[in-house]
């Protein structure tokens, strides 16, 4: 079995629900995916840093940095940073820099709203887990491009088929994902 395989059939097994739930977007929903619970074991981990890096590679996108919204985003981002520079892809060879996009700029300290850095270039990719309507990804695309960075594209883990493709493609972004509603629900 593939690493896309046995992540799909993690993410069926352990992060699908059914029930009544509000999701983020504050939409009632029959059914939640909650992808933590897969990307934080380190099976979990392992294999979404492989099965992302894998989809950058084959994008052909020009890739500096890989940003993650908090919470959700952020395991994404660092998965996929470090499986990058051990497989010597992005900038000379030494992978892409993981950037963590708050919902809010903390009260603290620098106050800083996107933390990390990516000197080699502004060109992100915006991961996520799932989108919905695009509203959280909307966000950090405002806030990262306010810091100066060119966000050209979203992948996320899953799309629920609920307008967010649309909504980033809008604003000038390329968003796929790797698994849509339909793997999911029956």
């Known amino acids: ?3 896309r395989d046995e992540l799909l059939d993690l993410l069926r097994r352990d992060a699908y629900r059914e029930g009544r739930f509000r ?25 979404l840093g492989e099965v992302l890096c894998d989809e950058l590679a084959a994008s052909k996108r020009a890739v500096h ?5 908090a919470l ?7 998965a996929v940073s470090l499986t990058s520079a ?7 060879g ?3 820099n993981a950037l963590y996009v708050r919902k809010e ?9 996107v933390e990390g850095t990516s000197p080699a270039g502004p060109s992100v990719v915006l991961l996520e887990d799932v989108l919905t309507t695009g509203g959280s990804s909307r966000m950090a695309i405002e806030a990262l491009r306010a810091e100066g960075f060119e966000v050209g594209a979203v992948l996320a883990l899953v799309d629920r088929a ?15 994902a790797l698994f849509h509603r339909s793997d999911f629900v029956r």
Request: overall charge positive; charged content about 25%; glycine content about 16%.
């Open 1 to 3: 079995m593939g690493a």
């Open 23 to 47: 999701l983020a977007s504050g939409r009632e929903s029959d059914f939640f995916i909650d992808c933590k619970r897969v990307m934080l074991t380190a099976r979990g981990h392992r294999l």
């Open 65 to 69: 940095a890989v940003a993650g919204v």
């Open 72 to 78: 959700g985003g952020c395991p994404l981002a660092s």
């Open 86 to 92: 051990l497989r010597g892809l992005g900038p000379e």
């Open 94 to 96: 030494h992978g892409w």
């Open 105 to 113: 700029a903390k009260d603290h300290g620098t106050a800083r709203r």
């Open 162 to 176: 609920e307008g967010a493709l649309d909504a980033l493609a809008a604003l000038g972004v390329d968003a796929r």
